[in-house]
């Protein structure tokens, strides 16, 4: 069932001369008075507070980051959606007679109040008005002017009334209400009377009350690693004021929006209250988002003295037993203490946002108009009133038009309790908020180059907070950090522009720095940016809070440690770059120059920073090791902005989803240098309370080992290859006389730009990671965003700048050059492997062969297998055939070779083009072969050796797939024939397939020895022998009948031997002798030499 309510006024009668009005009651008119627009309210507090919930604030932007922007460039942004409007109708009677309950109940406690009111200086009776100081601007002046005029009486805080309003037609009100009400109201009688048992139990945890913790004399202090102060955080941020020297406007402002009978209640307004759980569980009902605080001054000021704020994710705001305790030391403050200074107390703690999140109101009255809280005018008064209730997005530089709304929303609620007229409501409004607000850089301090050390301060104050649930700016801290002063300060010198050699080319231009231990995790510098070098505090930190795509600065980490963690490379492992595309996709991966390299080492890749390496190595690990694996891997590296699901291939040149903040960059490199072992990064040592009510805090962070030591050892290695690498890399500054490691990044805008008129595909971020053995040091340059015609963009001339290279020079040097650290320990496990450069599994090195395709490296121990060259080389022959032309010719035929290149010696250039799967040609590529075996054995040949009775009777070699050769046969001998494929300057071969047939008998008859002059002896091989060549010793082994082989032997060259074949060895038969008494059996062999 739909249900209307109607609210009641806070008193019973209306001004006599001020008809009663509302902002749901301003409309736009002839006067010019505009109805203002719903703006977020307080969870807590506030009287009346529309029903809109303001956008997702960001981490940073909750503590008011980067919101110091001039009012000129204030960011207009729409505004929130209107407030829901709900029909006004009267309560149920039952929940009238409820009410009239409480007045009796509350009758002593009204008396006690009217008397504590009567008798206190400076509850004023009326809002008496001075004339407070305005700008400039006409607007501001008159109604300021008009507001000294004529301001309404008003007695202790709250409006009167006379008459009553004519009420409209009752509606039903479900019983839950009633219940609702009732509960609250037992409560509060509980609480009254004497230790209900339920109320008591809630009561023993509460804090103890102390009014010395509500004035907060202290302020927090940080300390850098020598324990030096560095910074009163209280002093900075906080300057407190007297209830005093507050200006009337002020006062009024924030009681008629946050707390309108302040002077009436004790602490708790059971009224307001009731009310405010009336609304908003009516607006539950009935489908509204719409909540109504009910918390007082008093309670709020207990709240935010006691419990954890709810930035901190830990407040107990939702729970019964913290209101319950809440409201009551809210009702000891109020004995203990006066309004005026809890009033006092309260303004002095609050958060006005700003650059610095501005505590108090003295401070944010300087911050945003220049001047003291006692000279605010009304108009001022009412945009601070509201800007507390979302401190970034009512900071009128941030978003003018919620800031506008939210103050017309205060005067119009200043206008419904009669603490102004409707003529000064009309004037105020009419002013502009941005003709009254001042530069807030013009009131910084630190020159150009800012606060001293706040970037680190800052880093510290959010990790202080995170830690302890508690807001260092609110509760008195001691923070002991590992703060290094000298590398802070080249750091602070760094975004400041001090140094020459680091040109920043124009003001969008932006960096982020940050240094720590390896070891330890700990943080001992921050630079977080230019905008910290202008002055401020809390703004946008570019090397903790800022993500980005980190390019190819990641490829040690992601790809190759993982490499020589599932895959078994080597360091001396060859890799080719070629062009490819993106699995299941059309994008085709290129380099930054747009060329391909072919094959290459490790270090080559990485010191030159190729994409397509980097990405088939890590595609290798997915298909070995697994996509969870890997998945695992990347989350344990502390990466807080991705998730599984946001995984893909191209994390492995640091794109597609992959962001990361310096911070997170430099930890997950950290693990490289500490033997695989990632720690969260941290800036503090210790935490004490001055108050001494809890206890100190030292914060350990457990090392998680993500990476075995050698794979992280292997991975460093190419990183030190990077710096002392004949590689024109931008690193090569760096260059000590210890080891130093890093790896550079580059990301660009793609087509993303083009709207800035950004050309396509420029850079528009530079990465250096630097380190040795004892740091590690991550530097972003580049620009937050693109800006129309501003060349936020890095043209030639920028990146031949080397900004980040000059950065990471000064820092390093600061780091380390006064302790020169050796280089990482090689650790147990890791093996040298010395093979032949290219191949994989690595093939043992060949004796003699060139030291140019001899490759050197390191590898886990694990992995450590060579294999014989031969191993794999060759190609499976399938068939093999053998024709017999004739007695003395042959015809063989092989399958032709799988890679015809191979016939061939291979070049120094290989085709590495992309085609489809239609074989269609996408891009045309060529690249270096750095090893070939045909350097070493030659180009493949096929091969084919003949036998007869177990004896090798011929050797073919040929370069084609079919030759016909002229062989000498044994007529009607059985010969065996094996075919192969072979190098031609080896003796490696592959498979072999044998064929048999039965030679045939030969057409033609025995030469006639005495014709021909061969005669049956054995000739003298000296003595003018007749046979000086292979034509006539083979025309002499078929005069007479014996078997023919040639001998490849250059020593022998042109000799002969004539072997008689024993069953136990071979017989060299000697000149003159006559063979044909050992020819019988076809024993003999003449063996030529060539």
């Known amino acids: 069932m739909h249900f209307i309510l109607r609210r009641l006024p806070m008193s019973e009668t209306p001004r006599p001369d001020e008809t009663m009005i509302g902002p749901e009651d301003i409309k736009e008119n002839a006067e010019g008075t505009v109805q203002p627009p719903a703006v977020p309210a307080d969870s807590d507090g506030g009287t009346e507070q529309p029903a809109v919930e303001p956008p997702a604030v960001p981490a940073e932007a909750k503590t008011g980051q980067d919101a110091g922007a001039p009012a000129a460039e204030a960011k207009k942004a729409p505004l929130p959606p209107a407030k829901e409007k709900v029909q006004n109708a009267s309560l149920k009677n039952g929940v009238i007679r409820i009410r009239k309950a409480i007045r009796r109940m509350k009758k002593k406690a009204a008396a006690r109040s009217s008397s504590k009111a009567a008798g206190k200086t400076g509850a004023k009776s009326a809002p008496k008005k001075t004339a407070a100081k305005t700008t400039d601007k006409p607007a501001a002046k008159a109604a300021a002017d008009t507001t000294a005029k004529a301001a309404p009486k008003r007695s202790s805080g709250t409006a009167s009334h006379s008459g009553t309003r004519k009420r409209k037609k009752k509606l039903k009100v479900y019983n839950l209400l009633t219940m609702i009400v009732i509960f609250f109201l037992v409560l509060e009688i509980i609480a009254g009377a004497a230790g209900g048992a339920l109320v008591s139990r809630m009561l023993e945890e509460k804090p103890k009350l102390v009014v010395d913790d509500f004035f907060s004399p202290e302020s927090s202090h940080v300390y850098d690693m020598n324990g030096t102060l560095i910074a009163d955080v209280g002093t900075q941020l906080r300057e407190n004021v007297s209830y005093n020297e507050l200006s009337e406007a002020v006062i009024d402002a924030f009681l008629a929006t946050e707390d309108s009978r302040y002077f009436d209640h004790d602490g708790f307004d059971i009224s307001r209250f009731t009310k405010s759980v009336f609304t908003t569980v009516k607006n539950i009902l009935i489908g509204s988002s719409a909540r109504q605080g009910g918390s007082t001054f008093t309670m709020q000021l207990v709240k935010l003295t006691y419990w954890q704020n709810e930035e901190a994710g830990i407040a107990r705001s939702k729970d019964i037993e913290y209101k319950i305790q809440q409201i009551a030391l809210a009702r000891e403050l109020e004995k203990e203490t006066d309004k005026k200074s809890i009033l006092e107390l309260y303004l002095n703690k609050l958060n006005f946002g700003g650059t610095g999140n501005i505590r108090g109101i003295e401070m944010a009255s300087q911050y945003y108009y220049g001047k003291s809280a006692g000279e605010l005018n009304l108009a001022e008064a009412a945009m601070l009133a509201g800007v507390i209730n979302s401190p970034y997005y009512y900071d009128p530089h941030n978003f003018l038009d919620y800031a506008t709304a939210r103050r017309n929303t205060v005067l119009s609620l200043m206008l419904r309790h009669g603490y102004i007229k409707k003529s000064e409501y009309q004037l105020a409004v009419n002013i502009k908020v941005e003709d009254t607000l001042v530069d807030p850089s013009s009131r910084r301090s630190g020159g150009t180059g800012g606060y001293a050390y706040q970037s680190y301060i800052d880093t510290a104050i959010r990790e202080a907070e995170k830690i302890t649930g508690q807001d260092p700016y609110s509760v008195a801290m001691e923070i002991y950090t590992y703060m290094d002063p000298d590398v802070q300060t080249v750091m602070d010198n760094i975004q400041a522009g001090y140094y020459e050699d680091v040109w920043f080319p124009d003001d969008l231009m932006e960096v982020g720095m940050i240094s720590e231990d390896n070891h330890t995790g700990a943080i001992v510098a921050v630079g977080g940016g230019r905008n910290y070098g202008r002055g401020g505090s809390m703004l946008l930190n570019h090397a903790t809070s800022q993500y980005k795509q980190p390019g190819s600065s990641v490829k040690p980490i992601l790809d190759y440690a993982l490499a020589f963690e599932y895959l078994g490379w080597a360091t001396s492992h060859v890799v080719t770059d070629r062009p490819l595309m993106y699995e299941g996709t059309n994008i085709i991966v290129k380099n930054a120059s747009g060329s391909y390299g072919g094959q290459m080492t490790l270090d080559y890749a990485v010191g030159n920073s190729l994409n397509t390496p980097a990405i088939q190595t890590l595609q290798e690990v997915i298909n070995k090791a697994g996509w969870q694996t890997v998945v695992n891997y990347i989350m344990s590296l502390g990466f807080s902005q991705i998730t599984e699901d946001s995984f893909d291939i191209g994390f492995a040149i640091g794109g597609s989803n992959l962001v990361v903040s310096c911070k997170e960059l430099m930890a997950a490199h950290a693990v490289l240098m500490n033997g695989g072992y990632y720690i969260e990064p941290h800036t503090i040592q210790r935490i004490e309370f001055r108050s001494g009510l809890y206890e100190p805090i030292e914060p350990y962070y457990e ?194 070779y799988p890679d015809a290149e191979k016939l061939e010696d291979a070049g120094n250039t290989m085709d590495i083009s992309l085609y489809d799967a239609y074989g269609n040609m996408l891009v045309e590529a060529y690249g270096n072969r750095l090893f070939d075996y045909s350097w070493i054995y030659g180009p493949v040949r096929y091969k084919a050796t003949l036998t007869q009775n177990g004896q090798v009777v011929g050797q073919i070699t040929s370069d084609s797939e079919t030759t016909t050769e002229n062989v000498n046969l044994l007529p009607g001998i059985d010969v065996q024939a094996c075919g192969y494929y072979g190098y031609e300057k080896s003796d490696v071969k592959s498979n072999e397939i044998c064929v048999s047939f039965r030679a045939k008998e030969s057409s033609r008859s025995r030469p006639d020895n005495q014709s021909t002059g061969y005669d049956s002896t054995v000739p003298d091989n000296i003595d003018g022998a007749i046979m000086y060549n292979y034509e006539t010793a083979k025309a002499w082994s078929i005069a007479n009948g014996v078997m023919y082989m040639e001998v490849r032997d250059t020593l022998r060259a042109g000799t002969f031997e004539v072997v008689y074949d024993t069953d136990d060895a071979e017989q060299v038969l000697a000149p003159g002798t006559d063979i044909n008494k050992y020819n019988k059996d076809n024993i003999v062999t003449i063996y030529y030499f060539g």
């Open 703 to 896: 090392p998680s080992q993500v990476l075995t030591e050698q794979a992280a050892y292997l991975a460093a290695y190419l990183m030190y290859r990077c710096v002392s690498g004949p590689y024109y890399n931008y690193m090569q500054l760096l260059q000590r006389d210890y080891p130093v490691y890093a790896k550079t990044g580059t990301t660009d805008w793609g087509d993303e730009g083009l709207e800035y008129n950004i050309p396509s595909g420029v850079a528009k971020d530079k990465w250096m990671v630097s380190e040795t053995s004892r740091y590690t040091t991550a530097v972003w340059v580049g620009y937050e965003k693109g800006e129309k015609d501003a060349n936020t963009y890095f043209s030639d001339e920028k990146q031949k700048a080397n900004i980040p290279g000059y950065i990471s020079n000064h820092i390093l040097s600061a780091l380390t050059d006064d302790i020169h650290p050796e280089g990482i320990p090689r650790p147990e496990g890791i093996s040298d492997i010395q093979h032949i450069l290219g191949t994989f599994p690595y093939a043992s090195v060949i004796p003699g062969m060139p030291s140019s395709l001899i490759a050197n490296g390191m590898i886990k121990s694990d992995y450590y297998n060579l294999v014989e060259p031969s191993e794999g080389t060759l190609a499976t022959i399938y068939n093999f055939n053998v024709i017999q032309e004739s007695a003395d010719t042959l015809t063989l035929t092989w399958p032709a």
